[in-house]
């Protein structure tokens, strides 16, 4: 998962907002098949469209 989709504020590090061992919910952006890549937000609900 990118930094930039950790959380909806600019944060430095990953560990601003997340220790070892936490549990998250995420969800799927987009999917490269092609690359063997998943790519995954934990801002909220992506909206359907």
Known sequence: M?????ANRRIR???EVLKVG???????LSIDEA??????????EPKKG
Request: proline share 4%.
């Open 22 to 28: 936490d549990i998250v919910k995420v969800w799927v």
């Open 2 to 6: 990118h930094i930039s989709q950790i």
């Open 35 to 44: 690359k063997g890549r998943i790519g995954l937000t934990m801002k909220g």
């Open 13 to 15: 590090h990953p560990s």
